[in-house]
């Protein structure tokens, strides 16, 4: 079964600052995505990035971007210039099409504190 | 705003109940995703739909069940609810089947006393 691992289960940074969250995944698939989503206090899940597996271009987004490893299987988050706003809790997820679904299956999530 | 519409957003219940969550998909989506999210077991997947169709079933536990109507909006209906049923119950849209990503709802937080 597909897994995804994030181990860290806090981070803090400054803002203004730039932090980086770690997401692992375990899968025998090789077409696949992968995407973070942001959950504010609203608890209202946000899609942040999606990566497509056979694109070996890292996805941006403004601020956001990844560095997908796929041989290592390994997709990590990049948030520049941190801002208040960015405090949430940030889940890893995994989609394929294990059992003819599109499900996705999520990290634990990690929780990121940004300072003033 | 994500385009997907939860109703109601708040639930509080006894054990032994039954409930019903509503979920509207995002206009012209035809795939409906049920996910919970609860302390001890994070989000997990529950069921999907497509076009009115059952399409994959996750950790759905026997006691409850979904429907996908012509309309295309959904029910997830939970019956003899238990004080581990509490939790945030989202559902998701996708304009298909395919990898296409998946929006979610503001969610419908169920409490069960």
């Known amino acids: 079964a597909q897994t995804v691992t994030q181990s860290q289960p806090e981070m803090s940074v400054q803002e203004a600052e730039t932090v980086t969250l770690s997401c692992t995944y375990d899968?025998?698939?090789?077409?696949?995505?992968l995407f973070w989503y942001k959950q504010p206090p609203s608890r209202q899940m946000i899609l942040v990035i999606r990566q497509e597996a056979y694109k070996q271009q890292n996805a941006t987004e403004n601020r956001f971007s990844v560095n997908f490893q796929k041989a290592a299987k390994s997709f990590s988050l990049k948030i520049s210039d941190s801002q208040l706003g960015d405090a949430a809790m940030y889940f890893c997820a995994y989609t394929g099409r294990q059992g003819g679904s599109e499900k996705l299956v999520f990290g634990k999530g990690m929780k990121l504190t940004v300072n003033p | 705003d994500s385009g997907v519409t939860q109703t109601p957003k708040h639930l509080i219940t006894a054990t032994g109940q039954r409930v019903t969550l509503r979920c509207s998909p995002r206009?012209?989506?035809?795939?409906v995703y049920w996910y919970q999210q609860s302390l001890d077991q994070g989000l997990q997947f529950l069921i999907q739909y497509y076009n009115g169709e059952e399409r994959a079933k996750g950790n759905i536990l026997e006691r409850f069940s979904a429907q996908q109507f012509p309309d295309l909006h959904s029910e997830l209906n939970l019956s003899s609810l238990e004080l581990g049923d509490s939790a945030l119950y989202f559902c998701?849209?996708?304009?298909?089947?395919?990898?296409?990503?998946?929006?979610f709802g503001p969610g419908t937080r169920l409490l069960v006393l």
């Open positions: 899968t025998s698939e090789s077409d696949y995505y």
């Open positions: 206009s012209g989506d035809l795939s």
């Open positions: 998701a849209s996708s304009s298909s089947w395919g990898f296409e990503t998946q929006y």
